[in-house]
């Protein structure tokens, strides 16, 4: 008979359920990154460049989700140019909660 495997709920964020520093940070990072990905999708590293003013091999990390090599304020960047507003709201932090959120409106 096989035993079934240990199951852990995820409170949302991964970085955090793996025990990384700066979690938060990541998470908002790759939630910024996955945005981009998805507006980025069926063009051309050469054309997503030339839209976002960066150089081909910048594309090809955001294409391998490598979003540790860009800071939050430039993926910020990529969805203005990609004709996206991004909203920040401050507000208190509550209990176990993420200090930083990424939503996306409707």
């Known amino acids: 008979m096989s035993k079934k495997p240990e199951v852990t709920e995820s409170d949302g964020n991964i970085f955090a359920d793996l025990g990384i520093d700066n979690a938060d940070e990541f998470y908002t990072r790759a939630c910024l990154g996955v945005q981009v990905l ?3 999708k069926g063009r051309s590293q050469k054309e997503a460049a030339k839209l976002l003013g960066v150089k081909q091999p910048e594309i090809s990390a955001l294409m391998r989700a490598k979003f540790g090599r860009f800071s939050q304020e430039r993926l910020i960047g990529f969805l203005n140019k990609l004709d996206r ?3 920040i709201q401050i507000s208190r932090h ?3 909660e993420p200090y930083q959120k990424v939503t996306l409106a409707p």
């Open 38 to 40: 998805k507006l980025l």
């Open 85 to 87: 507003k991004v909203t």
């Open 94 to 96: 509550r209990g176990k």
